[in-house]
């Protein structure tokens, strides 16, 4: 007999179990050092019998899912993944990912959520206060940091075009660091992007986008962009100075803090973000470094009041919500969603906001040891000090295909995943640090395999 699809019944709750048993052996495993997507065509064999007219049962599923499927996914929350950015959310937090899961919360209109949507408002409460923004900021949750700057930049044109009306073309200002979301959002907007140079520590500063904005003229630019922790150095630019150019030219001021400004809570860099607290809007991904599972990202206004008006959906059947309660759907581009502040919530009231100060520090601290190692080697280059948690460095004479070659070669063997980079043209090493349990000597043992040299095997694939 097949468990039922909507009536609970003793083999649905033997099923229920048995998914919800995995669920918590996942939780616990030491992650699979197998890491590794497998041939598309390998995959596709497995699946194809999976899909057809009377279903291949529960158990079955779930028993390929965890022996053929999950291994076949990189473990993003492992200590030893220091590529991009990866995650690690609490315990508490994936938890309750999978009652929201099963809550079945429409989190777009108050009428529906009330109850989550209030819980999602504290946490992004505490972010806002975090920011030093007024008691009436408020926002939303979004899928990713991507979602979050095109929603904050439909609401930015969206003002501009209010007080200034409409220019022949519309643009930003960035820099060549900025997130590639940025420069997709500009796309998908039809916007142009004036790109401003960076400083030798990668950061926009306030004389370079004064001059910049002066050579272009002023031409239908509504916003500027500055990162707070930028994805391939961990530099913040100068919020504040950048602050005072936005503020002389009434232009929407947005901070991408997508990775960085989860250290607003941390007790070692929070003084980094000074001028935050003067920003239209900012971004940060609790999915990153806050300790919550995918999807998961706070976007946050000074003034949410402008934001409706730039992304509310209307239409006859949508015309009985009651628009003067606290709508999600109307601060971002979606109308559906789940309330997938909730978890970080409930991990927030869980644990304590100490616990979140000494998670993010603890990657602060680990990222400074790495570095001072980094600067007492021989053959090992320091390139930047880290601002947060990404590690730049170089190591003498190695190429591009040198680095890749070892970094493939250690992901191959479950080692780690370290991913190679570029900073001003050349060649270099990233770590990104946002998991509390990657210890420092793990991580020095890296060094000294790298210090070792390129293994044999990686010698061999890359010629
Ligand atoms: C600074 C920054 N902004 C935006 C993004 C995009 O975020 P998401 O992948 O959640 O859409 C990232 C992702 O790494 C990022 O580091």
């Given at each position: 007999m097949a468990p039922s699809m909507h009536e609970w019944d003793a083999e649905t709750n033997l099923f229920a179990h048995s998914v919800i048993g995995y669920a918590i052996e996942r939780l616990q495993l030491p992650k699979d050092p197998h890491w590794g997507a497998l041939p598309a065509e390998q995959l596709a064999e497995v699946l194809?019998?999976?899909?057809?007219?009377?279903?291949?049962g529960g158990l079955e599923a779930l028993r390929i899912f965890r022996d053929v499927l999950m291994p076949a996914c990189r473990p993003m929350d492992d200590p030893m993944n220091l590529a991009y950015v990866a995650t690690s959310p609490s315990n508490a937090a994936t938890m309750f990912d999978l009652v929201v899961s099963a809550s079945s919360i429409f989190a777009g209109a108050w009428e529906a959520g009330a109850g989550a949507i209030a819980a999602e408002n504290q946490a992004l409460r505490w972010i806002a206060d975090l920011a030093g923004f007024p008691s009436t900021a408020g926002g939303v949750f979004v899928s990713g940091g991507s979602a979050a700057n095109l929603s904050a930049l439909v609401t930015a044109r969206h003002r501009y075009e209010q007080r200034h009306g409409r220019p022949a073309r519309w643009a930003i200002a960035s820099t060549?660091?900025?997130?590639?979301s940025v420069r997709a959002a500009a796309r998908v907007m039809d916007v142009d992007v004036v790109t401003v140079p960076v400083d030798d520590a990668g950061r926009l500063t306030g004389p370079a986008l004064e001059s910049a904005l002066a050579a272009h003229g002023d031409r239908g630019v509504f916003a500027v962009v500055a990162t707070?922790?930028?994805?391939?150095?961990g530099a913040i630019d100068e919020l504040d100075a950048i602050a005072d150019v936005c503020a002389a030219r009434d232009l929407w001021f947005h901070v991408d803090g997508a990775y960085g400004l989860a250290a607003l809570c941390s007790s070692i860099a929070r003084?980094?973000?000074?001028?935050?607290?003067?920003?239209d809007s900012f971004g940060v991904d609790p999915?990153?470094?806050?300790?919550?599972?995918?999807d998961c990202a706070a976007l946050i206004y000074r003034d949410p009041a402008v934001a409706p008006s730039a992304h509310a959906q209307h239409g006859t059947y949508l015309d009985s919500l009651d628009r003067g309660e606290w709508n999600p759907s109307d601060y971002a581009y979606h109308l559906s969603r789940r309330a997938r502040g909730l978890p970080l919530w409930f991990s927030l009231a869980t644990y304590g906001t100490r616990a979140y100060t000494d998670a993010v520090d603890a990657s602060i601290r680990t990222a400074a040891a790495i570095a001072d190692e980094i600067r007492s080697r021989p053959g090992f280059e320091l390139l930047l000090e880290p601002e947060l948690s990404v590690v730049l460095f170089t190591i003498d004479g190695w190429t591009k295909e040198q680095y890749l070659a070892w970094s493939r070669d250690r992901a191959r063997q479950g080692v780690a995943l370290v991913v190679p980079t570029s900073w001003k043209g050349a060649p270099c090493m990233r770590l990104c640090l946002v998991h509390p349990q990657t210890q420092a000597e793990k991580v020095v043992e890296l060094l000294d395999d790298l210090s070792a040299g390129v293994s044999t095997t990686a010698i061999v694939e890359i010629h």
């Open positions: 194809a019998p999976t899909v057809n007219p009377d279903g291949i060549e660091e900025v997130h590639a707070a922790g930028t994805t391939n150095a003084d980094r973000f000074h001028g935050i607290e003067r920003a999915h990153k470094w806050l300790f919550a599972p995918y």
